[in-house]
């Protein structure tokens, strides 16, 4: 099965990015990160991209374009020269303009640390439980204009404890996103999937 390139785009740790770096260089998820953007300038996911030796790394300031459409324009740009076939995004907190989302169509996948469509938005693992809920966990989506709102990919529950705290409870959905992001990579390379309405039914 041949590789197929992917950009990801971070913001902060960058631990998911890890996790696929390690998937795709242990033979695991077949794709091969070309680049990787941030826009944040001190985002440790970047020395992560260093270390894996990914070729393009680039912090792309918005501070420098005038509006999100022209800061998304310039992400694409990239995107496109290196031939990316998915995007994905890995702790990328910044809401993405109609222009990119239609620009990669069907090819603009999300995680999200909560059981989608509970608890969207910036803190969701700290709104699953403050809410109550006794499972929370994590969704790959694409991502649709709507914020978290695309259709599910893949999702993976984890209980919440007693003893919760937001922290303890993001580790343990994180253990379960290294997992999840990859493996359904692979599944997007290897098998595809079609759409019924919302439902993304994966080819056998
Ligand atoms: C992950 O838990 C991811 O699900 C979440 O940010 C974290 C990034 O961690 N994403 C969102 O909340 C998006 N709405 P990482 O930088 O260590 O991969």
Same mark, same amino acid.
């Given at each position: 099965? #041949?590789?197929?390139?992917i950009?990801?785009?971070?913001?902060?740790?960058? #631990?998911?990015?890890?996790?696929?770096?390690?998937? +795709?260089?242990?033979? *695991?998820?077949p794709?091969?990160?070309?680049?990787?953007?941030?826009n944040?300038?001190? +985002?440790?996911a970047?020395q992560?991209?260093?270390? +894996?030796?990914?070729?393009?790394?680039l !912090?792309?300031?918005?501070?420098?374009?005038?509006?999100? @459409?022209?800061?998304?324009?310039a992400?694409?740009?990239?995107?496109? /020269?290196?031939?990316?076939?998915?995007?994905?995004?890995?702790?990328?907190?910044?809401?993405l303009?109609?222009?990119?989302?239609? *620009? !990669?169509? *069907?090819?603009?996948?999300?995680? *999200?640390?909560?059981?989608?469509? @509970?608890f969207?938005?910036? =803190?969701?693992?700290g =709104?699953?439980? @403050?809410? $109550?809920?006794?499972?929370s966990?994590?969704?790959?989506?694409?991502? @649709?204009?709507?914020?978290?709102? $695309?259709?599910i990919?893949a999702?993976?529950?984890?209980?919440?404890?007693?003893? =919760?705290t937001?922290?303890?409870?993001?580790?343990?959905?994180?253990? /379960?996103?290294?997992?999840?992001?990859?493996e #359904?990579?692979?599944?997007?390379?290897?098998?595809? !999937?079609?759409?019924?309405?919302?439902?993304?039914?994966w080819?056998s």
């Open positions: 099965m #041949t590789r197929q390139s950009a990801v785009m971070v913001s902060g740790r960058g #631990t998911n990015l890890a996790a696929i770096l390690e998937a +795709a260089n242990k033979g *695991h998820c794709v091969d990160v070309r680049v990787v953007i941030s944040k300038v001190d +985002a440790p970047l992560i991209a260093r270390d +894996a030796g990914v070729d393009t790394i !912090f792309i300031d918005p501070k420098k374009y005038p509006n999100r @459409s022209s800061y998304d324009q992400c694409v740009e990239v995107i496109q /020269k290196h031939a990316c076939h998915w995007v994905v995004l890995a702790g990328y907190m910044r809401i303009s109609s222009l990119f989302v239609s *620009h !990669f169509e *069907h090819r603009l996948i999300n995680i *999200h640390p909560a059981l989608l469509p @509970s969207a938005g910036a =803190d969701g693992v =709104d699953a439980l @403050s809410y $109550g809920v006794k499972f966990g994590c969704t790959v989506h694409l991502v @649709s204009e709507q914020v978290d709102e $695309g259709a990919l999702q993976a529950v984890v209980p919440v404890m007693n003893d =919760d937001v922290e303890s409870l993001h580790q343990r959905i994180h253990q /379960k996103e290294y997992e999840l992001y990859p #359904t990579l692979r599944c997007l390379v290897e098998k595809g !999937f079609r759409l019924d309405g919302r439902r993304v039914i080819n």
